[in-house]
């Protein structure tokens, strides 16, 4: 071996040195590449297998995805760290760094971590889903899809509006399409000196002729206040919450069909001026 070294112009020394590494963690390199190969490989059947279990309970394909992808995340951390003890590193440090990078990243990412806790409990207590019209932040629309950060939305003109999760999370939130039937408010005024219960009736017949108005829960009429110029009535009537916007300004036109109809006058605002006194 000297002789060979010698030959080369390397120190036999550092020959020797080389030989005892390799001796003493050849074997131990080996050993953890091949448990890191067998790991990673582990790793993603068992990902796998979560993500099917889940998929048979039912639960929603987005948060199979994001439990698989956090599975597998923490579990390539640890097994990271045990390939790095098996060489001879101090995983005692290892665990440090990893902490402070944590520490770091998070005090960094605070708002993205919020977002991503925010989709996490989107996703578990399924506040709404895919296809829902929902309202938050002063937005509205159809959910096209809920993702880890995000939320997207179609509004009713047609615009995409992206909310972030952590906000949506833990804010106002009205989802409108998750009950089957809706409730169709509309408001009209009838004059001081028509009759009450002819309009009434009208309103009524005209909300039987509508097959879509829902005769149960019965249509409402009623006297809200009494205006300047109008007794304001207030309808109610019920229908399917897919027919909602049809049934609403179907209903407004119809409204004031009926009330033609039936010889109830819809006045506008005017006011009387008496003049007392001679006028020259």
Do not use: H
């Not at 001796?23 to 790793?43: E, H, P, Q, R």
Request: aromatic residues 8%; contains cysteine.
């Amino acid at each position: 071996m000297e002789s060979l070294a010698s030959d080369l112009g390397i120190d036999p020394s550092l020959i020797e040195s080389a030989i005892g590494y390799i001796s003493k963690y050849g074997v131990k390199v080996l050993m953890a590449i091949l448990v890191l190969v067998v790991g990673f490989w582990i790793i993603k059947k068992f990902t796998r297998l979560i993500e099917m279990g889940l998929s048979k309970r039912g639960l929603d394909k987005s948060l199979q995805i994001y439990s698989g992808k956090i599975l597998s995340m923490l579990m390539k951390v640890g097994l990271l760290i045990s390939v790095a003890g098996m060489v001879g590193i101090e995983t005692t440090s290892f665990i440090a760094i990893f902490g402070a990078a944590g520490l770091a990243i998070g005090m960094a990412l605070q708002g993205s971590l919020g977002n991503f806790a925010g989709g996490f409990l989107l996703l578990v207590f399924r506040p709404f889903k895919v296809g829902d019209y929902i309202v938050s932040d002063g937005e509205e629309g159809v959910v096209q899809a809920i993702d880890v950060f995000c939320t997207t939305l179609t509004t009713l003109d047609n615009r995409r509006v992206i909310l972030p999760n952590g906000p949506l999370a833990g804010g106002k939130l009205i989802n409108v399409g998750v009950e089957t039937n809706r409730r169709v408010d509309l408001s009209i005024g009838i004059s001081y000196g028509d009759d009450f219960g002819k309009a009434q009736t009208a309103i009524l017949n005209m909300a039987k002729e509508d097959s879509r108005i829902l005769q149960e829960p019965a249509p409402f009429v009623g006297i809200t206040d009494f205006g300047d110029s109008s007794v304001n009535l207030t309808v109610r009537v019920w229908c399917k919450s897919a027919d909602y916007w049809d049934v609403f300004f179907d209903s407004n036109r119809r409204l004031k069909e009926c009330l033609d109809s039936a010889g109830i006058s819809i006045p506008f605002p005017q006011r009387e001026v008496n003049i007392i006194g001679n006028v020259k």
